[in-house]
Structure formats: structure tokens, C-alpha cells
């Protein structure tokens, strides 16, 4: 191959990269809104008397992606004559703004959030995973505990005024007067609207966080944690493109891996495939030798876009007490995958998954699938009551699921041995075995041995 011949086709390769990465630049680079959904001349009027009202309030609108493209009050908070929350403010008006409002101009992210995990949070309050909650306050509606990260459905009053029940309320997954799901300022905190606040684990953690649900705390203990900790300075989060191994590459947080954007991926052969090929065609007198040491160019898997739907990349069920894999379970692992192939390889990824899958099936087959069971089985046999944390063995059985479970599930999930082990599998087994079963032997009398040999327990060696 001629050198020119050489250069003419390297200039083909990166110009079809190129245009291939400009044709899907929505994907990461951001989104074009139309000027005229926004602007109001109202707005104005808005804009002036808060500035002297509230200037906190004016200074951070001022200073938000919002403020500088011209975004103003009125195009966010105006509201309809006949919603049920608006009321005269010299602008028919209303205090919440919800996702369905941000979808005038957001409309991508809205539909992506609808989908997701987060938009559900008030309904997970009514399934099992608000007995904590009931036995605590007997409302899951509680506003110090369960609303701020849940939410609740708002209640209006007369003349629009929200019930003090109900309000403030930031929480995730709130019921908004517009029948929508969910509050954008649950991350993107009002009035900034930051893409780096939201970017930040502390923006996960506010509610992520705690026995219950641990993944704030493995995450600031794993690899990745520290590393955030150690670079966090260095990873660009103001950025409007964000992409992994790319504008950042010191460590990556909760977004990086759930919610962010990454290249294009490419089949790529390995080193050892590249020159084995190159070896051949030097023997075999072939003039295409160097171009095999060439990675290709050939993009085979298109999971580049950010997404905010959170449930997207998650392959288990790791909240339930015994856990499943999800829905497309293949396909989510795969695009959770692709972001991990921007710093590791695929050997590294393939191992790290495998054990994740057999703590978690472990877990299932020790711990969750008999103590599951036995607790049903002692409910149908009205030895327990169908009510939560009324018996001993309650609150036995959710400490071992809502707590020790999802501490060494999410533990192997973010590679944090501690918790993955310590505060996980150890303290499962130790409930599960010191304070569990002696207490189903003591509901069970004489019947015990054969009760819980039924439902899956083993005694020898554990």
C-alpha cells in the first residue's frame, strides 16, 4: 500500500466516525428547544418584582443554564385556567412546577422518567417496602420520614393552596395536581437547575442512604468512591457533553453508571487477534499488513445516550427480598456494560458480574428463599398474623431482607467488600441463623425440624 493510498483511507475511517458521531449528537451533546416555548414577556414583570422580593431566589435563577438562556418565571410556574392549584398572582399561576410543565421544553427526559423506577417511589410505599414506615408512624405519608424521598399525592385546598399535609414536597416519585408523576427538583435542585449538582452522589445520597437502602454509603467505600473523592475536582460535571472515559475519567458516580452518556461502542479486536493478522499478511507477501494492526471502525452497539430513566441499565430486582432478574434483563446488562468498557476490559467486567451473580443467588438460596417460605407458611397456618412487625419474627425477617440482603447485594453490585461481606452475608447468616430459625423453633414446638427442613433450611455446617 502506497503511502498516500495509507493516509487517503485513515481520512475515510475518521471522517465516517466523525459524521456518524455529529448524526447522533442529541444523544449526549444536549437537545435544541425552540425560543418560542419560552420567554413570556409576563415573565419580565415576574423577573423584576422578585428581584427585590427574593433575591436568593432571583440570584440563582440568574445564574442557572435557565436564567442565562432566557427562561423565566412566568414560562415555568404559569399555569391554566381550571387547574385545580392556580390561583391570581398577577398571572394565573400555580407553585408547582411539574414534569409534565418541564416537558414543554424537556420532552425526552419526561417520557424517559415516566418509565423509570423513580416515577413509581409513592406506590413502592404501599407494597412491602413501607412496613418500616407503618410500624414507625402508621401513615406512610409521613412528611419528616417517607414524603421527602417518596412523595406523596399533593392536595390542593381552596383558592390553590397546597395542604400543609402535603407541601413542601420534593419527593421523587409525588403525585402532582396534573395527575404526572415525579419532581424534577427532587435532583435538579430549584432554582439552578445544576447539571453538576445533580451530578454529584450527594445528590443520590440525600436519599440513598441508610440501612435500608445502603447504596450511598458502599458507594463512597468502593474503588469508585474514593476515586471520586480523591479527582472530583478533575471530572468536568459542568459539562454539557459528559461522557465516560472522555471529558472524565478518574472515577465514576451514581449518574456515570445509571444515567450518563458514553461513546459509541465499536468491535474492536483485541491486541493479540490484530497482530496474529498482520503476521500473516507480511508472510503471505499481502500489502494490507499494516492496516490490520488498525483497531476498526465498525460501530456495532449504539448505547451512547443519557438517559433518565434510572431502571434502564438494571438487570436485578435488588430491592426485593428475593430477588429477581428484571424484565430484558440481557439488554439492560449490556448498556450498563458498555459503560464500563470505557475504563476496564472485558475480562475485568465479565469476572466482576459473575460474582455479583452468585452472591446474589446465593443470598436467594440461603437466607431470602427460606426464611420467605417458612414466614408465609407460618402466616397461612395462623401461627403469624398477616400484619408486619406485630410479631417477633417480623421484624426478625426484615432486618434480614431490607437490611443485611440488600447491604451485600448492593456491596457485590459496587465491589465494597465491607459491605458485601461485614455488614452483609455475615450478618445475614448470623440473624438468619442465631435469631431466625431459633425463633420459628420456637413457634413450631415439636414440629419445628421437619417445618424448616421443608422450606429449604440445612442445618449441617450451614
Known sequence: MTKKRYIEQMILLITGALLFWASNADGYYGYYVDPKKFGSPAGEICVQCHKEATPGIYNQWKESAMGQAGVNCYDCHRAEKGDPDAFEHKELISIVVSPKDCARCHEKEYKEFESSLHSEAVDVLSKAAGVAGEAAWASVNERAGCIPCHGSVLRVEEGGKLSPDSWPNTGIGRINPDKSKGSCTACHTRHMFSREQARRPGACARCHAGDAHPQ???YRGSKHGIMYEAFSKRLNMDKRQWLAGQDYFQGPTCVSCHMGAMPPQMDIKNADERIDQALRSVLEGDEQN?????????????YYGATHDVSSRLAWDL????SEKRKNWQEKRKTMQAVCKQCHGDHFIEQQ????DKLVELYNKKFAIPATTMRKALIKDGILTKDNYDDRLDMIYWKLVDEDGRKAKNGAAMMNP??????????????FYREFVPEVRKLMGRKADKFIRKHGYKDSKH
Do not use: C, D
Open 216 to 218: 450511598g454509603e458502599v
Open 353 to 356: 458480574y459473575r460474582q455479583f
Open 319 to 322: 430491592k426485593s427480598a428475593v
Open 290 to 302: 499494516f492496516k490490520a494492526l488498525l483497531a476498526p471502525m465498525k460501530i456495532t452497539k449504539r
Open 418 to 431: 465491607e459491605f458485601a461481606w461485614n455488614a452483609g452475608m455475615q450478618a445475614a447468616a448470623e440473624r
